[in-house]
């Protein structure tokens, strides 16, 4: 998640899009004073690798503390912060209220069947791991939310949720939207993990199919994806 003064832009980093190539694609471009919430540590050598700015400036200020806040922080010794997935709400509640209004905020979605593929091999990188199917069927699909994340009360809250299968496009929409100098490089982040390239269409089930139309119809409707 980045929030940049620099360039004033809000990106609400979303699951199994890309996010964290992304994430680390626009670090380049922050300034001193821009918000960025820490990576995992093989993808922080990878952003330091590149000389982009690392995690910065992610605590969150306290005065925009409630008194049930601080009572936690003392009890946990522990600050707020931004963080990784935070989402749309998390985050305009912890800016001012012009930074929110005024800047452009962008987030990414996917086809809901081929992200839960995608899941499922980052979550089970390696063998044994239990079938596609029992995945797709156990609670634990149901929690590759991203709606959530750039929506406050089921409303789109950001200006723009660009989609996975058009990044290279959404990206130099990014760039021009910014003014940055050129199309941001992604690099390869969070990937190699799914070795079977077949489609979705061949790897999911009619059953599993119908589960993810139902939890997921949101973005299906949306963004008219179809099977």
């Known amino acids: 998640m980045i929030v940049s003064h620099k360039h004033k832009f809000i990106f609400i980093k979303t699951k199994k899009t890309a996010g964290t190539s992304i994430e680390i694609a626009l670090s380049k471009y922050c300034g001193p004073d821009d918000i960025i ?10 952003r330091s690798a590149l000389g982009y700015r690392g995690p910065q400036n992610y605590f969150i200020p ?12 003392i009890y946990n010794r522990k600050r707020r912060s931004f963080y990784n997935h935070a989402s749309a709400a998390y985050v305009k509640a912890a800016l001012d209220e012009d930074i ?51 929506s406050i009360s089921a409303d789109i809250a950001v200006d723009d949720v660009f989609l996975f299968e058009n990044i290279n496009s959404a990206m130099a929409d990014i760039q ?19 070795k079977d390239k077949r489609s979705y269409r061949e790897l999911l089930s009619e059953q599993d199919r119908d589960k993810v139309a139902k939890i997921y119809a949101r973005e299906i409707a949306y963004f008219n994806y179809s099977w």
């Open 37 to 46: 919430t820490p990576i995992s540590p093989e993808d922080e050598e990878k």
């Open 100 to 150: 929110w209004n005024s800047y452009y905020k962008f987030a990414f979605e996917r086809n809901p069947w081929d992200k839960l593929v995608s899941a499922y091999y980052w979550i089970y990188k390696s063998e044994p791991r239990p079938s596609i199917s029992e995945f797709i069927q156990s609670p634990r699909a149901n929690r590759v939310n991203n709606f959530d994340l750039y």
């Open 176 to 194: 021009q939207r910014l003014n940055l100098p050129e199309i941001p490089a992604l690099p390869h982040a969070k990937g190699g993990y799914r």
């Open 62 to 73: 306290l005065s925009k503390y409630s008194r049930l806040d601080i009572l936690k922080a």
